[in-house]
């Protein structure tokens, strides 16, 4: 027998599966790169924001030094649309990483994490990485049920992830819920409410959640620039929270773990109201055409509050992974969603009204 190395809860985890780069999907069915339309991991289809690029490139020249290990400009543009200290910021390599430096700063091994079913995979990969025991609570209607979740927290319990929206199936807790469950939970477990898609919420549903931590001394607001502000490949994200969290946050991250184009261009983009503004037009209109197609075509699909949209394609076992094949053959390219337990539907990011007709279009196709 070989060697095995490492601990049995890493050898235990399922690798992240990510969407499929678009030149892969050209290499292996022999398509045309200018030809696919991916909308598969719910990225910004308008790309980087014009303000952005400006920054970076000013920032180029001083790629030979180090990044500003505590992100002073970025936190103190988020401090002030936020109204917190700087120092309840914590920068993240995307959002990704504030949610693995919540899991190693707040829980050891043998310790309990709660999250949803049909939540978002990486709270499981973060759980998972510190040895912790998760505890998955069955989804309601696709979306997190609070007040079970509430009761799941046991005596082990450290840590709770909420993603609102949730990806990947869109669902949405208003705010009232939210807070509810939060004065529900014991001051010694740290909630981290994941809001990824916030920005792409309805005036009506938005709320500014960051103001809780004034209240709530164990939440920590977790937010990104890969979304709506279209940096997805820049990695960056932030968390908000008070000292005596983002200060333990703080000695798990790397010291350099936003590096200086990211946080160059997330300044500029968090000025730019108007590149948010037609993105999430862009989005409402794309949601209108997509589920308008769905409802013509006869497919249930779960109403999302995100940048993307949750369809059931068939009734049986094999019919997401089946739909996918043919769209990717016809060069769309969006998420399977098997590995979150929902084999009979695909996630479908909300792209440019081109993109979205091509994609229906291909699936009229691949389900006739
Ligand atoms: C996309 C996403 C993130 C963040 O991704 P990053 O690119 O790492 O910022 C976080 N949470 C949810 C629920 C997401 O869908």
């Given at each position: 027998m070989s060697q095995q190395f490492g601990p049995d809860y890493v050898r235990a985890i399922a690798p992240y599966q990510a969407g499929k780069p678009i030149a892969e999907v050209a290499r292996e069915f022999g398509l045309d790169e200018a030809s696919i339309v991916k909308l598969a991991s719910n990225e910004n289809p308008f790309g980087v924001p014009e303000s952005s690029r400006q920054a970076m490139a000013a920032a180029?020249?001083?790629?030979g030094r180090y990044p500003d290990a505590n992100g002073f400009e970025l936190k103190a543009a988020l401090a002030a649309r936020y109204e917190v200290p700087a120092d309840w910021i914590t920068l993240g390599n995307g959002s990704n990483d504030i949610l693995e430096i919540a899991a190693h700063a707040f829980v050891q091994a043998g310790q309990a994490v709660v999250y949803s079913q049909y939540s978002f995979a990486v709270y499981a990969l973060a759980t998972q990485g510190v040895g912790a025991r998760a505890i998955v609570v069955p989804a309601r209607d696709y979306g997190h049920d609070l007040d079970a979740m509430a009761a799941a927290i046991?005596?082990?319990?450290?840590l709770v992830f909420i993603a609102n929206p949730n990806n990947p199936t869109g669902t949405f807790i208003p705010a009232a819920r939210i807070e509810a469950f939060l004065a529900q939970v014991p001051s010694s477990v740290v909630v981290v409410l994941d809001?990824?898609?916030?920005?792409?919420?309805?005036p009506e549903h938005q709320?500014?959640?960051?103001?809780w931590v004034r209240k709530y001394p164990n939440l920590v607001v977790s937010r990104t620039f890969s979304k709506a502000y279209g940096l997805a490949g820049l990695r960056v994200g932030f968390a908000i929270g008070q000292p005596a969290l983002t200060d333990l946050m703080n000695r798990i991250r790397?010291?350099?773990?936003?590096n200086s184009l990211a946080q160059a261009a997330a300044v500029a983009a968090l000025n730019d109201r108007a590149f948010l503004a037609k993105g999430a037009a862009n989005n409402a209109a794309g949601y209108r055409q997509l589920v308008a197609a769905f409802d013509e075509i006869g497919l249930e699909y779960v109403p999302s509050y995100g940048n993307f949209v949750l369809v059931k394609v068939g009734a049986d076992e094999g019919a997401g992974a089946r739909v996918n094949l043919a769209l990717l053959k016809q060069g769309v390219i969006v998420r399977p969603v098997g590995a979150y337990g929902l084999p009979q539907w695909l996630r479908i990011s909300i792209g440019l009204p081109e993109e979205n007709a091509a994609f229906i279009a291909a699936l009229k196709k691949a389900l006739s």
């Open positions: 180029a020249a001083e790629l046991d005596a082990d319990t450290r809001e990824a898609y916030n920005e792409y919420l309805a709320f500014e959640s960051s103001q790397q010291p350099f773990n936003v």
